[in-house]
């Protein structure tokens, strides 16, 4: 199996030992966050089978809290890589914010990088590094010298560097990301990108993915109103890692996603209700993926949905979805959720939502503490 080439005019640095030929490991580094992750995306896509995508691929994150009884990141990475892929294509494991894990686990992880097999491909996407008051990258913002160094020796590091800045410098990002994904963009969107802070610039190539994707077959310019219709806005980032995390029913990782929230945001009980509002949203839509997924009207090889089931519907929620084709990249998230929740299961936790609903308003006992109350729900609901 080559190598894949990278997709996103990474700068490369050539493995300092020469292998079999075959690509078992790719460490994604440097402070451009979407191309990174477009790269992850298309090494998955190109070594993987896709009928089996949702069975031979597995994304890991580095940086999810900590679990007393926890397999340790490092051998859960390097056991399921080392699995025997369900199709044709390979294993494909990917680590996201590789740099959070601890030295310790690194080490580990680094001297198991020679024992994947060829049948396995493991993906180390790092966060952006964060810089101190002396202009050097901390530490903890990097991953080790040890991981580093095993990651030339068994694949490739491709490194992505965000522009120097300046407008110049941020359209010229835009318009080669839009063209990347074979599209233009209207001075009004390149007018809207210009506006984020320069904190978020590294942002853009992603979300013009996701404006490529809404927009789909229909135009092949992106405008104002299509980046406003997928741009993802910052302070409610952690509260839809959150909803994700529930939908995936990763317990630990929504329970830390929470402690985040309670600590960074404002007064808890203006927090609270913020999350208890897109939790309810995030079961609902579940639920509704779920009935048309039984119906065979949502996934591979879907029926169009129905005029008599699209009525059953909420206008704003998955009828509207599921006949716009600019949607598709929101529906695929929601099927793969839908699976993890029986209709019983989502009616039950429709249920806590109301519980948890009635604590906060003081209309039943149990609300004095609002951290506590969404705490309770997101075990609930996971």
């Given at each position: 199996m080559?190598?894949?080439?990278?997709?996103?005019?990474?700068?490369?640095?050539?493995?300092?030992?020469?292998?079999?030929?075959?690509?078992?490991?790719?460490?994604?580094?440097g402070?451009?966050?979407?191309?990174?992750?477009?790269?992850?995306?298309?090494?998955?896509?190109?070594?993987?089978?896709?009928?089996?995508?949702?069975?031979?691929?597995?994304?890991?994150?580095?940086?999810?809290?900590?679990?007393?009884?926890?397999?340790?990141?490092?051998?859960?990475?390097?056991?399921?890589v080392?699995?025997?892929?369900?199709?044709?294509?390979?294993?494909?494991?990917?680590?996201?914010?590789?740099?959070?894990?601890?030295?310790?686990?690194?080490k580990?992880l680094?001297e198991?990088?020679?024992?994947i097999?060829?049948s396995?491909?493991?993906?180390l996407?790092?966060?952006?590094?964060v810089?101190?008051?002396?202009?050097k990258?901390?530490k903890?913002?990097q991953i080790?010298?040890?991981?580093?160094?095993?990651?030339?020796?068994?694949?490739?590091?491709?490194?992505?560097?965000?522009?120097?800045?300046?407008?110049?410098d941020v359209?010229?990002?835009?318009?080669q990301?839009?063209?990347?994904?074979?599209?233009?963009?209207s001075?009004?969107?390149?007018?809207?990108?210009?506006?984020?802070?320069?904190e978020?610039?590294?942002r853009?190539?992603?979300?013009?993915a996701?404006?490529?994707?809404y927009?789909?077959?229909s135009?092949?310019?992106?405008?104002?109103?299509d980046l406003?219709?997928?741009l993802?806005?910052?302070?409610?980032?952690?509260?839809?890692?959150?909803?994700?995390?529930?939908?995936?029913?990763?317990?630990?990782?929504?329970l830390?996603?929470?402690?985040?929230?309670?600590?960074?945001?404002?007064?808890p009980?203006?927090v609270?209700?913020?999350?208890?509002?897109?939790?309810?949203r995030?079961?609902r839509?579940?639920?509704?993926?779920?009935?048309?997924g039984e119906?065979?009207m949502?996934?591979?090889?879907?029926?169009?949905?129905?005029?008599?089931v699209?009525?059953?519907?909420?206008?704003?929620?998955?009828?509207?979805a599921?006949?716009n084709?600019r949607?598709?990249?929101m529906?695929?998230k929601?099927?793969g959720?839908a699976?993890?929740?029986?209709?019983?299961?989502?009616?039950?936790r429709?249920?806590?939502l109301?519980?948890?609903?009635?604590?906060?308003?003081?209309?039943v006992?149990?609300?004095?503490?609002p951290?506590?109350?969404i705490q309770?729900?997101?075990?609930e609901?996971?």
């Open positions: 080559p190598a894949a080439k990278a997709t996103t005019g990474a700068k490369k640095i050539i493995p300092t030992s020469a292998t079999d030929g075959i690509l078992r490991v790719v460490l994604l580094t402070t451009e966050a979407g191309r990174k992750t477009a790269e992850a995306n298309a090494l998955a896509k190109s070594h993987v089978d896709a009928s089996f995508a949702d069975f031979d691929v597995e994304m890991l994150d580095g940086g999810a809290p900590k679990n007393d009884r926890a397999v340790p990141i490092s051998e859960r990475a390097l056991s399921s080392a699995m025997v892929p369900m199709g044709e294509g390979r294993r494909v494991v990917i680590i996201r914010d590789a740099q959070q894990m601890e030295d310790g686990e690194q580990r680094a198991g990088l020679g024992r097999p060829a396995g491909l493991l993906i996407h790092t966060g952006s590094p810089t101190g008051d002396d202009g990258a901390k903890s913002s080790t010298t040890d991981l580093a160094s095993a990651a030339k020796k068994f694949g490739e590091v491709r490194e992505f560097a965000l522009p120097k800045g300046g407008s110049e359209r010229a990002l835009a318009i990301s839009a063209k990347r994904e074979g599209k233009t963009i001075p009004d969107a390149l007018g809207m990108l210009g506006a984020l802070p320069s978020d610039i590294g853009i190539p992603s979300e013009i996701k404006a490529a994707a927009v789909g077959d135009a092949n310019v992106i405008t104002g109103a406003e219709a997928v993802s806005r910052g302070p409610d980032d952690v509260i839809f890692k959150l909803c994700d995390a529930v939908g995936q029913r990763r317990t630990s990782d929504a830390g996603y929470v402690s985040q929230l309670f600590r960074t945001g404002s007064r009980e203006s609270a209700p913020r999350v208890l509002v897109l939790l309810a995030q079961i839509l579940i639920a509704q993926y779920r009935y048309l119906k065979r949502v996934g591979r090889n879907a029926q169009t949905p129905t005029p008599e699209l009525a059953l519907l909420p206008v704003d929620g998955a009828g509207s599921v006949t084709p949607m598709s990249w529906i695929e929601f099927v959720q699976r993890n929740f029986s209709l019983a299961e989502l009616m039950e429709m249920e806590k109301l519980q948890a609903d009635l604590s906060l308003k003081g209309v006992p149990g609300g004095d503490n951290q506590a109350v309770r729900l997101v075990v609901l996971c």
